[in-house]
Nanobody, 131 residues
Framework: VLVVESGGGLVQPGGSLRLSCAAS????????MGWFRQAPGKEREGVSC???????????DSVKDRFAISGDNAGGTNWTVYLQMNNLKSEDTAEYYC??????????????????????WGQGTQVTVSS
């Protein structure tokens, strides 16, 4: 499985950005895609994730009502996931990573942002919110 992010950049506070994550090689299986971020000097944290089984979405409280995740399954082996980020704040500045893993049932019994559950990671894309 290959995961590649794009769409980061510099934006003013209150602005918007849309990140994209292209995942390929999954095969026809249930899978989970997630967005994480890591600011300098801080641990990597979960932002949002989505289940391919039922489209259920999960958000960290810090981004709820500002960020929206969506998925576009072109037909089995490839999936593009988007993270629409609105009303961005300086504290959203971080390297954003897309991650993927097989299976969705675990979402109901474990923390959806458990880093150890994600098997494939992208290289990251920088988001900087500054005036």
């Amino acid at each position: 499985v290959l995961v590649v992010e794009s769409g980061g950049g510099l934006v003013q506070p209150g602005g918007s950005l849309r990140l994209s994550c292209a995942a390929s090689g999954f095969g026809v299986k249930p899978y989970t895609m997630g967005w994480f971020r890591q600011a300098p000097g801080k641990e990597r944290e979960g932002v949002s994730c989505i289940s391919s089984t039922d489209g259920r979405k999960y958000y960290d409280d810090s981004v709820k009502d500002r960020f929206a995740i969506s998925g576009d399954n072109a037909g089995g082996t490839n999936w593009t996931v988007y993270l629409q980020m609105n009303n961005l704040k300086s504290e959203d500045t971080a390297e954003y990573y897309c991650a993927a893993t097989y299976g969705t049932a675990w979402l109901t019994i474990r923390n959806p942002f458990d880093l150890s559950m994600y098997a494939c990671w992208g290289q990251g894309t920088q988001v900087t919110v500054s005036s």
